[in-house]
């Protein structure tokens, strides 16, 4: 099974052989993640990352529905 998780894209950057990184936020967190699948996604945009890698872009509305189902679920 796979996990890909929702965080927003607080800052570009580029990493060792030009790939294109950023700076994504999971709530406390923030990692630095691959974004050469989402070359679009710009800083306030949501991606699903998925290992280190940016697999999509989401928009706004349908990550927070998914960041409050996880929120929903720990307080379980």
Known sequence: MCLAIPGQIISLGETAGS???????????????NLFC?????PGDYV???AGLAIAVL????????LDTFAEMASS
């Open 19 to 33: 790939c294109l990184s950023g700076k994504v936020r999971f709530g406390a967190i923030i990692k630095e993640v």
């Open 38 to 42: 989402t070359p679009e996604a710009v």
């Open 48 to 50: 699903i990352v998925h």
């Open 59 to 66: 928009d706004q509305e349908e990550a927070v529905a998914v």
